[in-house]
């Protein structure tokens, strides 16, 4: 097997197999420092940030006094990069003082941070290439000749060291591999990710927007999208309540006193928003979870035996402090509403319980056509603790229920150690995303913790009082990560129960025909179809190709011989031909196409 040689931050060399982690990582972070080397050759002033790689690539950031390097500038920095290499430049290690180092960097605040943070007393150690130094923090190539199959492939802002309180720099993202033939299959891999980003079809769709300016990491839902999320709440509250949760409203404030008793200010303050002091003496937060809710639901009756098992759900909204450099359209936002629910059990209840849980997800998934999942018994970490509530017997009995409960429902599953929440052990669904990333869409999750420490009981069959246990679970996630993943496995192509717009009726001239379209469009209103009728001033060929542009699952024609027949002319998204059936064939056909959630006959 071909090998290549590393040169490490303290100096040694060694080799490794070339298609190792190692290599491409060197190679990665070798091109950086030609992506640096270009910069500085190429821009007079240009100031020099930190350049990391990832699973994804590379990426340097930089600043200018004047307009910021755009992504028509990438070609001119690609091709200085390819004369380093085609000059094969030398990556030396070299030792400086640190004022040595700060001399060579000169007026870059950026590098003269970098170089001070990564020095040792008086000394730093730094990567050269023509020139350019930067600190020596990873392994690289000793050479630059290997770097020929790489792409410079984006642009865009990124606050210095990921703080929102610093300024904005210009990030440059690259890509690179040893074999052309893995960059090609890269850069495949990106088209589709970009052909299925739901940020990108939410705009095209006019589904949903997040603008920084009236608060990063909140979307607002336009009726498409407010369509799209009205169909999937209804479905599961009506799926909830069928198999016999009750929803509730709870409010998204909370004194604090009740999260400092629930373990998650402990546990969970840095994700949390600062408290709101109401002056009085009164702390209130905005909740990052609900759970402590649903227990003042429990709490606010005597419970008893014959009211197990409990089961208490709510579409409940939630308040998570993320920085803004981990905002990402609706998989990472500040506000976010989640398919929660909570039962209170008595022990013996729980496999049950946990049984009837996982059949309502797994019918859920058939509904949304999720078939490619995967189970994880998340479980606690038996070397680091701290992060956990303190209680080892509650760990050993909850672990070996869960356990028990996937045994006996002859699942096949694998252990996660450290994925447990703080307060106790859970299983995980893991599902994959359009692009083949694993995502935790449900869970299903043991708590003996919570209604300890809220001090919940019920009077059993004896009499006597008894602490419940409680069961955490939700089925489909926040409804912001839920509609992103489905726009994204779906393509945008939502099935017609719960596409935005189901019927698109063009009439052929609209003085002569749209009488009818409206008629026809009454009815389909009347059966709660959502149905539009095109009465612009277009060519239909326009009007049609919009239809199929925005992923309408029927687009209906309809003239004179529609209206002597009363019938219409179908045409199915993502297909060319016009089939012209009866209004009663076609209602049926529809009509059945939803009630079995578009699912193949």
């Known amino acids: 097997m071909a090998q290549v040689q590393l040169l490490s931050p303290d100096g040694s060399v060694r080799k490794v197999d070339r298609d190792s982690k190692e290599a491409l990582d060197a190679l990665r972070q070798t091109a950086a420092l030609l992506l640096k080397a270009a910069l500085k050759q190429e821009f007079d002033g240009i100031r020099l940030g930190e ?49 040595d180092a700060l001399a060579k960097a000169s007026d870059d605040q950026y590098s003269n941070a970098l170089l001070k943070e990564a020095a040792d007393g008086d000394k730093v150690s730094v990567y050269s290439v023509a020139g350019v130094i930067a600190p020596a923090e990873a392994d690289v190539l000793t050479y630059a000749d290997v770097l020929k199959n790489y792409k410079l492939l984006s642009v865009a802002g990124a606050y210095w060291k990921g703080m929102s309180s610093n300024p904005m720099l210009q990030r440059i993202y690259g890509t690179i591999f040893f074999k052309k033939a893995d960059l090609d299959d890269d850069m495949k891999k990106r088209q589709e990710a970009r ?20 608060g990063a990491g909140l979307p607002y839902w336009m009726p498409k999208g407010a369509t799209i999320r009205r169909t999937i709440e209804r479905y599961i ?109 008595a022990l013996d209840q729980i496999e049950d319980e946990f049984a009837k849980i996982l059949k309502l997800i797994m019918d859920v998934y058939k509904d949304f056509d999720i078939t490619d999942y995967s189970f994880r018994l998340s479980l606690r970490d038996p ?5 956990y509530y303190a209680n080892d017997e509650m760990w050993e009995r909850s672990q070996k229920l869960l356990k028990r409960a996937m045994d006996d429902l002859h699942l096949d599953y694998y252990e996660a150690v450290g994925e447990a929440a703080f307060y106790g052990p859970k299983l995980d669904i893991q599902t994959k995303t359009a692009l083949g990333n694993d995502e935790t869409m449900s869970t299903i999750q043991l ?16 009499g006597q009082e008894h602490m419940p246990v409680m069961i955490h679970r939700g089925i489909v ?28 009726i063009i009439p052929v001239s609209d003085d002569k025909h749209g009488d009818y379209a409206e008629q026809i469009a009454k009815k389909m209103k009347a059966a709660n179809l959502r149905v539009v009728v095109d009465h612009r001033n ?64």
């Open 538 to 601: 277009e060519k239909m060929g326009y009007k049609i190709r919009e239809s199929q542009t925005q992923k309408v699952p029927y687009t209906l024609v309809v003239g004179d011989d529609e209206v002597k027949g009363n019938s219409v002319s179908v045409r199915k998204y993502g297909e060319k031909e016009q089939n012209e059936m009866s209004m009663d064939a076609f209602m049926n056909e529809i009509l059945a196409d939803i009630a079995s959630y578009s699912r193949e006959k």
């Open 195 to 214: 052909e299925r980003d739901h940020r990108v079809i939410g705009n095209q769709l006019d589904l949903f927007f997040v603008d920084p300016k009236v």
């Open 383 to 387: 070397k680091n603790t701290k992060k």
């Open 51 to 99: 350049a990391k790689v990832d699973e994804d690539g590379f990426h340097v950031d930089s600043d200018k006094d004047d307009q910021q390097v755009s992504v028509d500038q990438l070609p001119q920095l690609a091709d200085a990069m390819k004369k380093f290499i085609k000059d094969d430049a030398k990556i030396e290690r070299v030792e400086l003082s640190l004022d």
């Open 237 to 345: 509250i009506d799926r909830e309540v069928a198999d016999g949760y009750q929803h509730v409203y709870t409010p998204v404030l909370m004194n604090l006193d009740a999260y400092k008793t629930s373990g998650h200010w402990a546990h969970y303050r840095d994700d949390m928003f600062p408290p709101m002091d109401m002056g009085d003496g009164e702390m209130l937060e905005l909740r990052p979870m609900n759970c402590p809710s649903h227990i003042q639901i429990y709490k606010h009756h005597i419970r008893s035996y014959r009211d197990l098992p409990l089961r208490i759900a709510e579409l409940g909204m939630m308040h998570r402090y993320e920085k803004s450099g981990a905002l990402s359209g609706l998989q990472r936002v500040r506000e976010m509403t989640l398919n929660d629910g909570h039962t209170f059990v």
């Open 447 to 462: 708590d003996f913790m919570l209604p300890d420490r809220f001090g919940l009981t019920y009077v059993g069959k004896d």
């Open 477 to 504: 996630g926040t409804m912001e990560r839920f509609i992103a993943y489905l726009t994204e496995i779906y393509k945008g192509a939502f099935p017609t129960w719960l596409a935005p717009e189901q019927v698109h």
